[in-house]
């Protein structure tokens, strides 16, 4: 059974700094990508970042680039997502999650993810 607990989330002012962790247990898929994902109140869910399970590829949501960095330890079981100069528009349940390789579609799909967490960015 796939399951994550995450951890880090909290009220910051725009322009701080959060750090988000996930611990992962069950995965036993080949091909995989760890993923962080957001949702804001009447918005739907969006993937904001990613690492495949090989740690070769890492994907950022474009309004994130260069503010969120993605991580994770060898064993693919700690994602950790660090947040630098926040915005409001980050507010959001971030979510930790998995994606899966599909041969069929050639893309990776969306698979699990935990409770969420609540980031509040006030400004």
């Known amino acids: 059974q796939v399951q994550f607990a995450e951890s880090g989330g909290g009220l910051v002012q725009a322009g701080g700094s959060l750090r988000l962790s996930c611990v992962a247990s069950?995965?036993?898929?080949?091909?995989?990508?760890l993923t962080w994902s957001r949702q804001a109140p009447g918005k739907e869910r969006e993937l904001v970042a990613s690492?495949?399970?090989?740690?070769?590829?890492?994907h950022y949501e474009d309004s994130v680039k260069g503010r969120f960095t993605i991580s994770s330890d060898s064993a693919k079981t700690t994602l950790s997502l660090q947040m630098n100069s926040l915005k409001p528009e980050d507010t959001a349940v971030y979510y930790c999650?998995?994606?899966?390789?599909?041969?069929?579609?050639?893309?990776?799909?969306?698979?699990?993810w935990g409770q969420g967490t609540q980031v509040t960015v006030s400004s």
């Open positions: 069950g995965i036993t898929f080949i091909r995989y990508a």
């Open positions: 999650g998995v994606d899966l390789w599909s041969s069929v579609l050639g893309r990776y799909i969306e698979g699990y």
């Open positions: 690492i495949t399970s090989d740690g070769g590829e890492i």
